[in-house]
């Protein structure tokens, strides 16, 4: 049973770039979380998904920084026109299920890290 | 405004002793709290959690203290190896997981042999 993949693992990313970070939830799991660390830092929450919609958006900067979790494929998390404050490390997370449910874990991948030159 | 504190940064302990790592929160609507284990360059792992309706939960080498009163949890770790030197994190919900989970910025515990 494969766990949270996510790729890729490292990312450089000249300023002004796009960056594209991607997201397989673990089999069974229709929920996933997306959170940024920056250095000496805590995991920050940014978005919460499930199939086709987005649940919770309240941690995700407002501008450049957008989310997808379509029907068929990967979570993409994308951040347009990155800046050097950008540069961390972005990890992504599953649970089996999540509103309706009560008490699930959230299971997490080994991250991307990305760092904006 | 930190609702997770975890105010130790480090903590050394020797091989085969007890771990006792703490946090704190400040908002009563937290009800599901998570203790995550991270090394370098690695994800998060889960450990262990605990709902507000319990004041204590064991797996194995790892039990959890909710003190609701005091807005205090604790990790405890008996005995601790080698392998148990890693960050860890506390976590907290207001939806029994279901939502963006709060974290504490980590406590680094290094098991001296």
């Known amino acids: 049973n494969a766990g949270v993949m996510q790729n890729p693992r490292h990312l450089v990313r000249r300023r002004g770039q796009e960056a594209r970070l991607r997201c397989s939830p673990m089999k069974g799991h229709s929920h996933v979380y997306w959170y940024r660390q920056l250095p000496e830092e805590g995991l920050k929450f940014m978005v919460y998904l499930q199939k086709e919609n987005i649940i919770d958006e309240s941690g995700m900067p407002k501008e450049r920084f957008s989310a997808e979790f379509p029907k068929e494929g990967p979570s993409i998390l994308r951040i347009q026109q990155v800046v050097r404050g950008d540069s961390a490390a972005y990890f992504c997370?599953?649970?089996?299920?999540?509103?309706?449910?009560?008490?699930?874990?959230?299971?997490f991948g080994p991250g991307t890290r990305l760092t904006v030159t | 405004d930190q609702q997770v504190k975890q105010n130790s940064p480090s903590l050394s302990v020797q091989e085969g002793r007890i771990s006792i790592l703490n946090c704190d929160y400040t908002n009563s609507m937290f009800d599901y709290f998570l203790w995550y284990k991270k090394y370098p360059a690695e994800g998060p792992t889960f450990l262990i959690s605990i709902s507000s309706i319990k004041d204590k939960n064991e797996d194995g080498r790892f039990t959890v203290f909710l003190n609701k009163s005091a807005k205090h949890l604790s990790l405890h770790i008996v005995p601790s190896q080698p392998g148990d030197s890693a960050v860890y994190f506390c976590a907290a919900s207001a939806r029994g997981g279901a939502d963006g989970l709060t974290f504490g910025k980590g406590t680094h515990l290094i098991i001296q042999p």
């Open positions: 997370a599953s649970s089996p299920t999540g509103t309706s449910g009560w008490g699930y874990e959230q299971y």
